[in-house]
Each structure stands twice: as structure tokens, then as C-alpha cells.
């Protein structure tokens, strides 16, 4: 058992990863600021006596202080601005939650002596790279202020690892999809066209539709984090399937005629991870194929 601590724990990706650490018999807190009403995700994590502490993760203080009430041995950090569109038109407020959000984590962690971070990073630091799939060594370049932002929250992990010696690792996720994944707007592609195919309405496609994204189940992902979290590795490690699936042929999956719209900014054309380093780092692969789930998520 270890006391754990995620931020951003009410969301679609960290109501899971809460769940799976309960249920390996860990104590958890958790961190959100609720301001998007997700605590049915955590209801029944809530019943078998997990923290929840309502704060902004940009705050220091608010930090410090659920740091100090729960004093964690490991901590994942998931609370993020995920909205590429919303990236694009204020890009200010991007950088403020992911890089200052996670400035103040990490200074809460070295308050407290927590001597593990993990970070929830993103494909999108890689932008448009020459070589899919893309391995942890390809250049970071990204092509939206999303990518930029967790791109330097990397950054600031390996600081605080150099400065103060806390172990810190970042997890860069392939486009996640799965339960509790809300199909509005700031949600991935999977979710939203789901969200169609239910309820019988047209999908949209910005483009041409032959981009490409490598689809990693939340499951996968949390399997992850959790192996994570029980190791010393460090740096930065690829969350993925290691095939591509474009958005055309998701919609064909999920049975849609899509709307073709024009392209927008700061989208990639094609994303697909290598992720043969975690399986040799931490023992872990993806499991869940992309066409056994979709019916699942559709349902």
C-alpha cells in the first residue's frame, strides 16, 4: 500500500486511474476544482473513503495545503486545460493551468517531501513528426499551444528532478478514449462520434479526414499510470497502441456519414506512437484493441 494523490482525479482519465489504485488497496486523495460537475465519477470511489479536496490546481497554497493534509508518497498530475481549439484562441490560459498547474504541483511535492510525480503528457509535443511510429528520442515540436504548454511541463518535471531530486516521469498519451469521456467539445474523437452514432445525428470531419490518431483505451492508459507509479523510471515515456486509425475510418467503425468541414489550426495530420520502450521499462503494453471497444462506447 502507498498514499497516493492525483490531481485532476474527478475526470474521465483520473476517476479511473482513482478507482484502479483503490482497488490495489492504496490510499488515495484526490485534487479537482469540480468546476465541470464530474463528481458522479468518483462516487463510488467517495464511498470507500477516498479524499477529495476541491482546489485550482494553479493556486500554490491550495496545494500545499491538500499536500500537507494528505502527505502522499506518490502523486499523479492529470488536472489540465485539454482543449487544442481552446489552446489555439487563448493561449494564455492554456499555459497558465498546464505549465503554472504544474509548477505548483511539483513545488507542493518538494513542500511535503513527495518523493514521486507522474505526469499526464501528450502525444501532441511531437506535432507533425517524420517518423511514425514515433519513438521518445523524435524531435519535441509542436504544432498547437496545447503541445507547447505540455512540452514545458516536461521541462519543469526534469528541473525539479535536477534541482530537488524528486523522481519525475511523463507519461505522453496517444488519444485516449473510453468510459465516462464526455462527448462535448473539448472531448476526443472517439467520444464525440460515439456520442453521434447514439444518438443518430451526423458527425463532423475538419478536413479531408485521412488524418491519423493511435486510439488507446482508458483502461490501457490507467494500467499505465499504475505501473508507473510502482517504478523508479524516469524521463519520458510513450502511452500507446502503436497503430493508426484515421478519422474517416473511425466514423466507417462506428457505422457515420460524417459533415466535411474545412481543416482548423493546430491540427496534426498524423500521430501514432512507438511504445515499445514502456514495455521494456515498465512491462506494459496495450491490450484493448480499438474495434472490440468501439461497441462498448457506442452502446
Known amino acids: 500500500m502507498t498514499r497516493a494523490l492525483v490531481t ?35 462516487a463510488g470511489a467517495l464511498e470507500t473513503g477516498v479524499e477529495l479536496h476541491k482546489a485550482d490546481v494553479t493556486d500554490v497554497n491550495s496545494m500545499v495545503a491538500a499536500f500537507q493534509a494528505f502527505r502522499p508518497a506518490v502523486v499523479y498530475h492529470l488536472a489540465a486545460q485539454i482543449d487544442v481549439r481552446r489552446s489555439v484562441q487563448d493561449p494564455s490560459t492554456d499555459a497558465h493551468v498546464n505549465v503554472g498547474g504544474t509548477a505548483a504541483v511539483l513545488e507542493a511535492a518538494r513542500e511535503v517531501g513527495a518523493p514521486r510525480v507522474i505526469l499526464a503528457s501528450t502525444a501532441g509535443v511531437y506535432g ?18 496545447y503541445g507547447a504548454s505540455k512540452a514545458a511541463a516536461e521541462t519543469y518535471m526534469q528541473l525539479f528532478e535536477r534541482l530537488h531530486g524528486l523522481s519525475t516521469l511523463s507519461l505522453r498519451m496517444a488519444n485516449v478514449y473510453g468510459p465516462r469521456q464526455d462527448p462535448g467539445g473539448e472531448s476526443g474523437v472517439v467520444a464525440i462520434f460515439a456520442g453521434a452514432a447514439r444518438e443518430g445525428r451526423q458527425a463532423v470531419i475538419y478536413g479531408d479526414g485521412t488524418q491519423t490518431r493511435d486510439y488507446v483505451h482508458v483502461s490501457d492508459v490507467v494500467a499505465a499510470f499504475v505501473a508507473a507509479g510502482e517504478s523508479a523510471v524516469t524521463g519520458a515515456l510513450n502511452v500507446s497502441t502503436g497503430s493508426e486509425t484515421s478519422v474517416m475510418e473511425l466514423a466507417r467503425l462506428l457505422g457515420l456519414e460524417p459533415e466535411q468541414r474545412p481543416g482548423r489550426a493546430g491540427e496534426i495530420s498524423r500521430s ?10 515498465l512491462g506494459w503494453r496495450a491490450q484493448v484493441p480499438l474495434a472490440d471497444a468501439l461497441a462498448d462506447v457506442a452502446g
Do not use: M
Open 272 to 281: 501514432c506512437l512507438d511504445p515499445s520502450r514502456a514495455e521494456q521499462a
Open 8 to 42: 485532476g482525479g474527478a475526470g474521465f482519465i483520473g476517476s479511473h486511474l482513482v478507482d484502479a489504485l483503490v482497488a490495489r488497496g492504496h490510499d488515495v486523495a484526490v485534487i479537482d476544482h469540480l468546476s465541470r460537475g464530474h463528481t458522479d465519477n468518483l
Open 128 to 145: 507533425d513528426p517524420e517518423v511514425l511510429p514515433t519513438p521518445e528520442h523524435a524531435p519535441v515540436a509542436p504544432l498547437s499551444p
